[in-house]
């Protein structure tokens, strides 16, 4: 140590926990029946007698007085916080409302759990505000939407949109509890429905072979029937199971190189842009496709699986468009995501169905021949009306 440099009163004190996450993933029917505890329970047995409940607006037509009849016949006196879903209403201004409602409404810290009920927005917006509210509180998450129930809402990741950019505000923060009930899915519109199947063939692509063919087989079957039938809660449980199998081993995401980043590097941008009018599993689905066009042009996808990848998600009627598909515009995205990764692409590719790679190099040229392949593929095989 150099001379002039103060070399007592040194001292490093050294902090060093670990904080267990603990939550189920319940599957459970009728959670609205009188008799049906499932939404009451509480992680020490002893919940308080209020709950503050967020609930997107839709689940409030159909199901509002199933819910207020529920509360009321157990004698929990529970205040109804409702707001539209979709993207735009991720935002500051509904993550501030719902914080009034709850100043308006006090519940214990502990064991008067904030419940949403509703799509991806209403978890990730409620499980930030949980986060947030005293430095964080319990909160149970009923996702209602396809997207929710295989993605959204099993995790721990929270959040809102801030100045057009996805999720920059949120946290890290397990929900108590999650209850899985598909019947909700029979009241979900057609075009949301298909936003969930999106993520479900995220991990099919290039996790899991066999719920590829399964798709393949019965896709269009299960969408027919709203995911209600026996076939359909099969590929729920599996598509829960291989989302968890990832989630849970990198819960903090310690690691950034995450295989269920596939379909998220370009997709942001293009959610983002509202003219576009793209739902987040669209976005993803779009994303997706351009990411094995870059993969089969750099010989890691065959051509027969690449061509079967784009077959299925024709056969199973996925929205797709190729507005907005400019690659400076999708450049932009892949940096931003490459900040995200901590400066370092760790863009997901897949080499065959059912395995993957990361790849750290793609540039524009990469991406603007992707899109030009894309939109010739477009053009000769889709057409907006699903013929
Ligand atoms: N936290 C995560 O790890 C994670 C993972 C995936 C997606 N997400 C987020 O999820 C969001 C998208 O979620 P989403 O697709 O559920 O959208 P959403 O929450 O906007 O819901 C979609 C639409 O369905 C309606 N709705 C919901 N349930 C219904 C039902 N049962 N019957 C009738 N209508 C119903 C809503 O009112 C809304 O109009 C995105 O913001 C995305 O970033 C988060």
């Known amino acids: ?80 916080h409702s707001f539209d879903a979709g993207e735009s209403n991720k935002s500051v201004e509904q993550y501030l409302a719902v914080l009034e409602g709850l ?16 799509g991806g927005v209403v978890t990730d917006l409620v499980g930030f505000v949980a986060s947030s509210w005293r430095r964080g509180v319990p909160h149970i ?33 397990a929900p ?9 899915f029979q009241t979900l519109p057609h075009r949301h429905l298909l936003n969930g199947v999106g ?23 299960c969408i027919n029937a709203q ?4 076939t359909s809660w099969e590929i729920l449980s599996v598509s829960v199971e291989s989302m968890l199998a990832e989630l849970i081993p990198n819960l903090f995401e310690t690691e950034l190189a995450r295989v269920v980043d596939f379909g998220h590097t370009f997709s942001t941008a293009l959610e983002m842009q509202d003219d576009l009018d793209l739902l987040h599993g669209e976005a993803v689905v779009i994303d997706m496709l351009l ?3 870059i993969a089969w042009q750099r010989s890691l996808l065959s051509r027969p699986d690449l061509d079967r990848i784009f077959s299925l998600v024709l056969s199973l009627k996925l929205r797709l468009s190729s507005q907005g598909l400019h690659p400076d515009l ?20 897949p080499m065959g169905i059912g395995s993957y790679c990361f790849v750290a190099n793609i540039g524009l040229n990469d991406v603007t021949q992707a899109v030009i392949f894309f939109k010739e593929w477009l053009q000769d095989n889709y057409h907006e009306d699903g013929s």
């Open 1 to 80: 140590m150099g001379p002039g440099i103060l070399t007592g009163f040194q001292k490093t004190w050294q902090v060093r926990t670990e904080r267990p996450v603990s939550y189920d993933i319940v599957c459970r029917h009728d959670l609205f029946h009188p008799d049906n505890d499932a939404l009451l329970v509480t992680q020490d047995n002893r919940g308080g007698s209020r709950r503050f409940v967020v609930v997107d607006s839709q689940i409030l037509v159909h199901y509002g007085a199933a819910i207020e009849n529920y509360f009321k016949a157990n004698n929990i006196d529970a205040c109804l």
């Open 103 to 118: 100043d308006a409404f006090p519940i214990n810290r502990r064991n008067e759990p904030i419940i949403a009920i509703g």
């Open 141 to 173: 998450n009923v996702p209602t939407t396809l997207m929710g129930y295989v993605d959204a809402a099993i995790g721990v990741k929270t959040g809102i949109n801030f100045k057009h950019h996805k999720n920059r505000l949120g946290s890290f923060s």
């Open 176 to 184: 108590e509890r999650v209850l899985l009930d598909h019947t909700f």
């Open 199 to 221: 993520e479900i063939l995220k991990l099919a692509i290039v996790k899991e072979p066999e719920l590829f063919s399964t798709l393949e087989r019965h896709g269009n079957d």
């Open 227 to 230: 995911f209600q039938d026996s």
């Open 291 to 293: 990411s094995c066009i």
């Open 330 to 349: 999708l450049m932009q995205s892949l940096i931003e995501r490459q900040h995200h990764r901590n400066g370092v692409q760790r863009v997901p590719l």
